[in-house]
């Protein structure tokens, strides 16, 4: 659907792009693809929707109106090219809670992050591809920099982990993880411009801003 371009940046976008570390390409380019942009006049009173966090502006009958189809920005890019190695090293750890947890609560919260970031991560590789651009290689060395993300130290502790011990530091570090990808999903949500990308972004801030919540409850209750 075409996505009407309304409004300014402003001094809170600006600041949430600061939290998605790096707005180019590794090598200094800006892998960005314009929009397509055509004007129009309006026969009807629009009611256009703002960007997230945004009001919704009324475009009168006779007003032009800005109608912006496909494009993306770099920060569409590194938003989903980041956010699969994150939902990998999540799947990681929700993988060991089977055979290791103690409180079924755990194993619940467990099997909802495999069920949900599991296809997540097709979603993800296809925007990559449907775009030409390269997919991280599933074996790739997890990037640590990422928000949230688990040292390797910290993976095999948990690893090395079982029953009471395992629960409260699964329920740490995936508080911590989920937590990181919210703050990706923040800087995507404020400078990407790609719906689906958007979408994605927007699903991830709920979901997981409930999954913290969630787990914080029953880490409080250990």
């Known amino acids: 659907m075409p996505r009407v371009t309304i409004g ?3 001094t809170a976008v600006a600041a ?4 998605l570390a790096g707005c180019s390409g590794d090598d ?8 397509t942009t055509t004007t129009a006049t309006s026969d009807t009173r629009v009611v256009a929707p703002g960007r997230p966090g945004e009001t919704a502006a009324t475009i009168e009958p ?3 109106i800005e109608i ?3 494009g993306y920005t770099e920060t569409d890019v590194r938003f989903v090219e980041q956010m699969i ?3 990998r090293q999540a799947l990681e750890m929700a993988e060991l809670a089977a055979d290791r947890a103690q409180d079924e609560r755990v194993i619940l919260v467990a099997d909802r992050i495999m069920a949900g970031q599991g296809p997540e991560i097709t979603a993800l590789e296809n925007w990559l591809e449907q775009r030409g651009l390269p997919v991280p290689a599933p074996d790739a060395t997890h990037d640590h920099a990422l928000p949230g993300m688990i040292s390797p130290l910290q993976l095999d502790q948990l690893a090395n982990a079982s029953g009471a011990e395992f629960d409260e530091l699964f329920l740490t570090y995936m508080s911590q993880h989920h937590a990181g990808a919210v703050d990706m999903a923040a800087a995507a949500l404020a400078g990407g411009t790609d719906q689906l990308a958007i ?7 709920v979901t997981q801003g409930i999954e913290i919540d969630r787990m914080r409850e029953i880490l409080d209750s250990l």
């Open 8 to 10: 300014l940046t402003t």
């Open 199 to 205: 979408d994605m972004a927007t699903d991830v801030s």
């Open 68 to 70: 912006t189809e496909g």
């Open 62 to 64: 006779g007003e032009g």
């Open 28 to 35: 200094g380019t800006d892998r960005g693809v314009p929009a």
């Open 16 to 19: 949430a792009l600061l939290a």
């Open 85 to 87: 190695p994150h939902h």
